[in-house]
């Protein structure tokens, strides 16, 4: 049982911390011509969380291209506000994950005190 719940919280820090990595790379490249947003998407998985890191391709820019000075490239599109609302959600689930860590720590040295 506690082996399970550590495992699962692993691999939310795991995730969490590829989220953050991801939403930090995004926001480092907000003004790189023809940057693609990358997005990372989890799914509950038997073991844990499984993770999957993608581009994520946007639409058509409105910009002209007289404008682009990096050459045929479309700026990135990349929202700001965005980013920063989904690192605080992401920080979030780190913490949490952390928490539920240290709580399956707590259960399991509690546990074998008693048993000693």
């Known amino acids: 049982m506690a082996g399970s719940v550590?495992?699962?919280?692993?691999?939310?820090?795991q995730a969490a911390t590829l989220k953050l990595r991801s939403n930090?790379?995004?926001?480092?490249?907000?003004?790189?011509?023809?940057?693609?947003?990358?997005?990372?998407?989890?799914v509950a998985g038997v073991y844990g969380v499984e993770v999957k890191v993608e581009r994520v391709n946007g639409t058509?820019?409105?910009?002209?291209?007289?404008?682009?000075?990096?050459g045929s490239l479309p700026p990135s599109e990349i929202d700001l506000l965005e980013e920063s609302i989904e690192m605080g959600a992401?920080?979030?689930?780190?913490?949490?994950?952390?928490?539920t860590l240290r709580v399956a720590d707590n259960m399991l040295g509690a546990l074998l005190d008693i048993k000693a």
């Open 90 to 99: 992401n920080k979030r689930l780190y913490d949490a994950n952390l928490m």
């Open 6 to 13: 550590i495992n699962a919280a692993l691999t939310g820090l």
């Open 60 to 70: 058509a820019s409105s910009v002209p291209q007289a404008d682009n000075t990096e």
């Open 24 to 42: 930090a790379n995004n926001i480092a490249n907000v003004s790189t011509v023809g940057f693609q947003k990358q997005q990372v998407t989890t």
